[in-house]
């Protein structure tokens, strides 16, 4: 059994080409509204993290890629998906991740070993047990904290994403220098 810890080793870290985020549970906190309109058309709503959202544009502006890949199809997902930038977006109702990376792995010439994985629930399972970094949010089920090198102590769509994405530039020693860069290209 793997106890997670809050830090990141510098060489996992350096390695790491791109980082995977599940939706439901990492980037909300899995709750979902779900109605409809007037006239019948479904509707779906879910919370995102302003902060997630800027630790999104830091990994990239690292020139990390950011892939989303859930276990659910939800346009809630593509429209946030679209704000951050993020082009790679999978969505499978039947969870099916890991023919999805296999996918994203080949298009990109990346191995397992140079991804991360923030994931929360059973679904994200078989991708942590290959991922070069396996992470899971405070919230996360037994199972996937069992796997997990990495944890946060912020609930998902609690900002555990930032969090995640903050110890990992802090071990690559980028953090500080693109938070400068941040605050600079807004006049700071």
Known sequence: MTTASMEIAKATARRIRMVVLDVD?????GGLYVGATRSGDAVELKRFDVQDGIA???LQN????????????????DLRAAELGIEEVYQDD???KIPLLEKILAEHGLGWGEIAHLG???????VLQRAGLAATVANGAP???RVAAWQSSKEGGRGAVRE???AL??????????VDEYCRERGG
């Open 25 to 29: 549970g990492v980037l909300t906190g």
């Open 56 to 58: 999104v544009r830091m």
């Open 62 to 77: 690292a020139g990390i890629r950011v892939a989303i890949v859930s276990g659910r199809v939800s346009a809630a997902t």
């Open 94 to 96: 039947n969870a099916r």
């Open 120 to 126: 929360d629930d059973l679904a994200d399972l078989p």
């Open 143 to 145: 199972e996937v904290c």
């Open 164 to 166: 995640f994405a903050e």
């Open 169 to 178: 530039l802090r071990a690559r020693d980028e953090w500080d220098g693109l």
